[in-house]
C-alpha cells in the first residue's frame, strides 16, 4: 500500500523533470482507479468495522485484497467468511466485484458465491445501487451488514410478510 502511495509521489516528481515526453507519459500515468484506491484504502483501514480485516496479497495492487468477517451477534456468531473483492479499471463508475469464498447458506449468498446486495449492482430496481459516490468503505459496511442482528430481524420480518 505504502508502495502506490511512494509511485504516486514520484510521478508527481516527473512532472517538473526535462524527461522526453514519450518516455515521461510512460512513467508517469496512473490511472484513475489507482489514484481513488489510494484515498479509499486509507479511510478503509481507518474506519473498518471491528468485525472486519482486510487483507491484500500484494501491497502493491490495491485493486485486488480479501475481506475476513467474524460476526460477534446474530445467527452466524463465531463464523469466519472470507471474501474476494477486485476493482474494476472503470471503477468509480462500476461497482467492484465481490465474491464470497467459503460455503454458506445465506439468503443473499449463491452457491457459486456470487452476493446479492444492491450497492454491488450496477442498476437496481430501488435506486439503492452502486453510484460514483460510494466507496470501499461503503461496500465493506454492507458485506458487514449481512451478518448482524438488524439483518436478521429484516430477513424473519419478510419471510412473515410473504409466508402467508
Known amino acids: 500500500m505504502l508502495t502506490l502511495a511512494s509511485k504516486l509521489k514520484r510521478d508527481d516528481g ?22 481513488l484506491l489510494v484515498k479509499e484504502v486509507a479511510e478503509l483501514e481507518a474506519n473498518l468495522p471491528c468485525t ?3 487483507h491484500f496479497p500484494d501491497p502493491n495492487k490495491l485493486h485486488c485484497f480479501q475481506l475476513t468477517v467474524t460476526p460477534d ?5 463465531g463464523g ?25 447458506w445465506h439468503p443473499n449468498i449463491t452457491e457459486t458465491g456470487e452476493i446479492c446486495l444492491s450497492l454491488l449492482r450496477e442498476h437496481s430496481i430501488d435506486g439503492t445501487g452502486w453510484a460514483p459516490t460510494r466507496t470501499l468503505k461503503d461496500v465493506v ?10 439483518f436478521r430481524s429484516k430477513v424473519e420480518d419478510y419471510i412473515k410478510r410473504f409466508a402467508r
Open 80 to 104: 469466519k467468511f472470507q471474501f474476494e473483492t477486485e476493482v474494476p479499471d472503470a471503477y468509480n463508475m462500476v461497482p467492484p466485484k465481490v465474491k464470497c469464498l467459503t460455503r454458506i
Open 14 to 35: 516527473l512532472k517538473g523533470s526535462r524527461a522526453s515526453p514519450a518516455a515521461s507519459d510512460s512513467t508517469r500515468r496512473v490511472s484513475v482507479r489507482d489514484r
Open 141 to 150: 459496511w454492507g458485506l458487514n451488514s449481512l451478518f448482524t442482528e438488524d
Open 73 to 77: 451477534e446474530g445467527y452466524y456468531q
Open 52 to 54: 472486519c480485516k482486510v
